[in-house]
């Protein structure tokens, strides 16, 4: 079982101003709420009931908001980043926390992601197969949409965003404590972790859910649109 995670909550969200000028990314609302209550929602879904929130920006923010998780069901403390750590920095120093002292599998997460992804299913592979990290897999989205020609180089249609063929990082895993000594203290973890990970422990988890991490305004649009439609509802 699995029932904590670490969420990568101290991005600053540049690209999203004016919406990041008074909070940190996570704390953009979609929808009348924060990306990050959304996400938590989701984890909580599946069975995730502590959390490691690794701040730094405007973490005064996200505390208010959550304090100690209690009115929201869960637990949870929070890892503060003096100076900017990286990403495999911040999820290192997320393993330290006292909450999750005795955790064998931890659900890590980029902060800024609204998906319905099966977290369940992906869990239980990555135990089936004692993976030291499963990594998320999403559909590569064209960021145009296609023309289609025949032989001649006539028209004969368009399509909107296909699927490409390739799959990329959803910023979502389940790393294994056994990681923790290979990520850097500073630094990100796909650069200096990942490539020390023998290759049958380390597992990747295809989904074709809705997936949208929010970096720029058009993301923002399209992630509240899928909330609004209601297909987040998890009951």
């Not at 009931?49 to 403390?77: P, R």
């Not at 649009?221 to 998890?234: I, M, Y």
Request: hydrophobic share 40%; proline share 5%.
């Amino acid at each position: 079982m699995v029932n904590s995670a670490i969420i990568l909550a101290g991005g600053k969200g540049e690209r999203l101003r004016p919406f990041t000028n008074d909070r940190p990314k996570v704390m953009v609302e979609l929808v009348g709420k924060p990306i990050l209550a959304w996400q938590i929602e989701w984890l909580k879904f599946h069975g995730i009931s502590k959390f490691i929130l690794t701040v730094s920006y405007k973490h005064e923010v996200i505390e208010k908001y959550f304090g100690d998780g209690s009115k929201f069901g869960i637990e949870i403390d929070y890892s503060m980043e003096d100076t900017p750590l990286g990403r495999g920095g911040g999820i290192k120093k997320g393993f330290q926390s006292s909450l999750i002292a005795r955790e064998s599998n931890v659900v890590v997460c980029n902060g800024d992601i609204i998906t319905k992804m099966d977290l369940t299913k992906m869990i239980e592979e990555h135990t089936k197969n004692q993976a030291i990290v499963t990594l998320l897999l999403v559909p590569y989205l064209s960021r145009w949409g296609v023309v289609k020609i025949d032989e001649q180089n006539h028209v004969i249609g368009f399509e909107e965003k296909p699927k490409l063929p390739y799959w990329i990082n959803g910023g979502i895993y389940v790393f294994n404590r056994e990681v923790e000594p290979s990520l850097p203290a500073i630094g990100d973890h796909e650069s200096k972790t990942f490539p020390k990970i023998p290759k049958e422990k380390f597992l990747g988890f295809k989904d074709e859910s809705f997936w949208r991490a929010v970096d720029v305004v058009k993301d923002k649009s399209e992630a509240e649109k899928f909330l609004n439609s209601g297909k987040q509802d998890f009951s």
